[in-house]
């Protein structure tokens, strides 16, 4: 798949992705402002009801329980007053004619007949039921200097200052506003503040942290208890939590989810389409493979099946010179298959969890010279050069020779394959602080920006379509580059397209 049919694809799966949570956004809040909406709606009903059903209590139902003992009870001496005043009014004779009876007070003790005195039973009953009437509000009052200061108190007290903390009786109306608001479907308890239309001043509030946000609060409703004798208007404000104003938590909780749930499957996609375009690279790696392992087993197998077929004839089988020869050829294929053959399984057991190396002192600049030595005679049947600049000293290091030797054979022989005009090789080792760097260079065809990237990845070759001018499996680079991990080293590649290549490794000593 080309590159710009990926980066399309991408972009689109993208705009939808932004698409789907601009969408969740936009409706988000357009369902936040209907929910709004709703909630100053039910608010604004249940308010109306709290307020009606206050108009409808009287004043002994807005106050404390204390003090509505004392309403009740001053309401019962004003009618026992009441009734007081109509015995005298309906006996004004009797209770101002001091010659038949004589109150020691009027109108605030008993009435006492004097002896001698004409009474009738009309008059006897107006006496008793007089100083029952007395005798009654006395027992309320526990006397008259109790009776005046109760009276005077009680009328400032509750009439004249029924908002008061003390008096006014906020846990009624808190409960009755929360449950106005539970039906009407909202479980949220508000901050609740009552002040005075004059001054904004707080009568009581709930919560004294919230005094600043309950004054700006738009839910303000107003009222005035019945039974008061000013004209002082009151408000109840209710104040409810920001966020609820904005948007509730379902519709947020709902947002994050959906955008989580894009994001979930922008990354599946991601990973989904990664490996997608891995198999095929893979896959097209593993053709590569079965190709070239093909091309090579096929050309040692034609030269065994040819020699044996010279052998079979008479003429050679028996001349010694010509039966060396083609026994020579049967041997260097063999060879060279068993080579192929090696270089598969030590790829195969590198990538083995099990896999261990057998570390020693070695010396890396005669691990460098012996490997050198293998390929001068091949080097040299091409007119080429090989350069060695051991400087590395000390040279030693804790490693793995085998697989040392085996790494810079490989990194030799891809030098060679990658130079097909002349080979002009040049090997170097230097110690660096505790390291021992090692560069492998040559003139050949270089290797592009794009193809440095897979180089160390198994199987992976430079594409040269059905022309199998390079020999290889494309495993040598990555049995090279395990290697150098095996050991905590690391390997840099340095190349241009038609100029040439140099690999630099870097080992620590110990």
């Known amino acids: 798949m080309k590159r710009k049919i990926i980066i399309l694809?991408?972009?689109?799966?993208?705009?939808?992705?932004?698409?789907?949570?601009?969408?969740?956004?936009?409706?988000?809040?357009?369902?936040?402002?209907?929910?709004?909406?709703?909630f100053n709606i039910s608010v604004n009903n249940?308010?109306?009801?709290?307020?009606?059903?206050?108009?409808?209590?009287?004043?002994?139902?807005?106050?404390?329980?204390?003090?509505?003992?004392?309403?009740?009870?001053?309401?019962?001496?004003?009618?026992?007053?009441?009734?007081?005043?109509?015995?005298v009014r309906e006996n004004t004779d009797l209770f101002f004619d001091d010659t038949r009876i004589q109150p020691n007070v009027?109108?605030?003790?008993?009435?006492?007949?004097?002896?001698?005195?004409?009474?009738?039973?009309?008059?006897?009953?107006?006496?008793?039921?007089?100083?029952?009437?007395?005798?009654?509000?006395?027992?309320?009052?526990?006397?008259?200097?109790?009776?005046?200061?109760?009276?005077?108190?009680?009328?400032?007290?509750?009439?004249?200052?029924?908002m008061t903390s003390s008096t006014f009786n906020y846990e009624l109306l808190n409960d009755i506003i929360v449950e106005e608001l539970l039906d009407n479907g909202i479980d949220i308890k508000p901050n609740l503040g009552i002040i005075s239309s004059n001054n904004n001043e707080f009568l009581y509030c709930n919560n004294e942290e919230k005094k600043e946000e309950i004054l700006s609060s738009p839910y303000r409703y107003s009222f005035q208890p019945s039974g008061l004798n000013n004209a002082t208007e009151y408000f109840i404000v209710l104040q409810f939590p920001t966020t609820l104003l904005l948007i509730n938590d379902y519709n947020k909780i709902y947002l994050i989810t959906s955008i989580f749930l894009i994001l979930i499957i922008f990354?599946?996609?991601?990973?989904?389409?990664?490996?997608?375009?891995k198999q095929r690279r893979l896959d097209e790696m593993k053709n590569d493979f079965i190709s070239n392992m093909t091309h090579e087993i096929k050309t040692p197998l034609t030269n065994i099946g040819l020699a044996c077929e010279m052998l079979q004839t008479p003429e050679i089988s028996t001349d010694p010179t010509n039966l060396n020869t083609y026994l020579t050829v049967i041997d260097n294929e063999n060879r060279r298959m068993r080579v192929l053959i090696e270089s598969i399984l030590r790829s195969s057991k590198m990538s083995s969890k099990n896999f261990n190396l057998n570390f020693q002192d070695v010396d890396i600049n005669a691990i460098i010279e012996d490997a050198a030595n293998s390929f001068r005679m091949q080097i040299a049947n091409r007119q080429g050069s090989l350069a060695l600049h051991l400087d590395a000293n000390p040279s030693n290091l804790t490693a793995d020779g085998f697989h040392l030797t085996n790494m810079i054979y490989n990194l030799i022989d891809n030098a060679i394959k990658y130079s097909p005009d002349q080979v002009d090789i040049n090997i170097s080792s230097q110690t660096q602080d505790n390291s021992i760097i090692v560069r492998v260079s040559d003139k050949g065809l270089g290797i592009s920006k794009e193809n440095q990237k897979h180089i160390f990845e198994k199987f992976y070759r430079v594409s040269t379509g059905n022309v199998h001018n390079v020999k290889g499996f494309g495993i040598g680079l990555s049995y090279v580059k395990q290697v150098v991990d095996h050991h905590g080293g690391n390997i840099d590649v340095e190349s241009e397209i038609g100029k040439g290549t140099t690999f630099i490794i870097t080992l620590p000593r110990l």
Do not use: C, W
């Open 267 to 277: 990354v599946l996609f991601s990973v989904s389409f990664r490996t997608i375009l």
């Open 46 to 87: 249940a308010m109306d009801n709290v307020i009606d059903e206050l108009n409808r209590m009287k004043i002994e139902d807005y106050i404390s329980q204390n003090d509505r003992y004392k309403l009740l009870k001053y309401k019962r001496i004003e009618d026992i007053n009441d009734r007081l005043k109509d015995v």
């Open 106 to 162: 009027a109108l605030q003790d008993s009435v006492i007949p004097l002896a001698g005195a004409h009474l009738s039973s009309a008059d006897s009953a107006a006496i008793n039921t007089y100083n029952s009437l007395l005798t009654s509000r006395n027992k309320l009052t526990r006397g008259d200097d109790y009776y005046d200061r109760f009276v005077s108190e009680l009328s400032a007290y509750v009439i004249d200052n029924l």
């Open 9 to 38: 694809f991408y972009s689109l799966f993208a705009l939808a992705g932004i698409g789907l949570i601009v969408i969740q956004v936009v409706q988000t809040n357009r369902t936040a402002a209907i929910s709004n909406n709703l």
